[in-house]
């Protein structure tokens, strides 16, 4: 039996690999880029025969923003739209993630039929949004970035662009980092006072109980400060040097026979069969510097902003240690619903339970205990599992009884 390759060797390998990827890396996100000139709308939601257009925002550091505004054939006919609700995506996803599967089985389709005015939010650097009004996606100025400023800056935008064309408070949808860009967000007054109510799936603000083996072996080889230390800033999945980095780990240090386990949990309840389609959307670029911050998390058990390292935190921070995003600062009044699962390996119940004792409302609650951390995105059965649940709770708000 051939032993495993030692972590030495594993990260010098992985070392002389990744000094040819920035190339590597840009090629691939121009391809990406090149590809999505039609749209998200002309890909997925127009062939299913859901009006949808496409809009564009900046933020205040100058991304451009993608976002598509999605309707059912009947509301479209009756000529009136129902309360807006944005979709905010996980790592390494994008507004594609809410409409992978049939209009019965995918979340912004339902939202749709059920006459909510469905907004899709895309952060930057994914394929969907627009690059930025002077850096170029090669540019390492371009990567510089934390799901920090998805929330203070991304999330802060797409609100006051709905906000303002809908004249109504948005519901917010967010899974995975996008409630960590959730509930980041809900902290400052001047984002959350932009919201009605917030649907949360796998909810995360802490980490610190992550047991994927796959994202903890990577943590504890340091693979986010290695590769930032040598000048990589955009993590591309979908290009050659992605591909060799995952197939390296998997080869002695992780058991990847059933990869997407090793990252998320066990899935109890999501088509399989789907993946190969799945993979012409997913993964969409991140930043080094996201994973980064992700990894910190798990590292202090933290929810804060980035830790730049003592010297850079006084010039950045004007203090040590950087501050902390404080959960009892999410008004009492905002109403939250939040579904999660037992076998979710990233939003951990413990982890969890964490974030509820350090909210001062009280959210609806939806466990179930065999959904793994994808299956709240990708069950054949999410319709009547979670997303009825979701749906019923955004329709007690008295003012949306029409919808």
Known sequence: MEKPLPVAVVLLLLLTLILFSAVDSATAFVALRSSSVTGLCAHLIDPAGYPCSEHSTQTE?????????????????????????????????????????????????????????????????TRWSYGHVSLSEKDKEFWDWSWQ??????????????????NSKVFVVGHSQGTIMSFAAFTQPDIVNMVEAAALLCPISYLDHVTAPFVLRIVHMRLDQVIIALGIHQLNFKSDIGTSIVDMICDGLVDCSDFLTSITGTNCCFNSSRIDFYLE???????????????????????????????????????????????????????????????????????????????ESKPELLYIEDYGHIDFLLSVKAKEDVYDNMVEFFRSFSKFNSV
């Open 149 to 166: 400023e998805l929330a203070l800056f991304d999330l802060a935008e797409m609100l006051r662009y709905v906000k303002n064309i809908t």
């Open 61 to 125: 550091d100058g991304y451009l923003l993608g976002l598509q505004r999605v309707s059912s054939p009947a509301g479209i006919l009756k000529g009136a739209r129902g309360p807006p609700v944005l979709l905010l995506h996980g790592l390494f996803m994008a507004g594609d993630a809410w409409f992978m599967d049939s209009p019965n089985e995918s979340l912004g389709f339902i939202l749709a039929d059920c006459g909510f005015d469905v907004w899709v939010g895309n952060v930057r650097g």
């Open 281 to 359: 959307y997913e993964p969409h670029p991140s930043s080094s510097k996201n994973l980064n911050h992700l990894f910190q998390m798990i590292r202090k058990g933290t929810f804060a902003k980035y830790d730049y390292g003592i010297l850079k935190n006084l010039k950045e921070y004007g203090q040590l240690k950087p501050p902390k995003f404080d959960l009892s600062h999410i008004p009492k009044s905002l109403p939250l619903w939040m579904g999660y699962g037992g076998n979710d390996a990233l939003a951990d119940v413990a982890d969890v339970e964490h974030t509820l004792k350090e909210l």
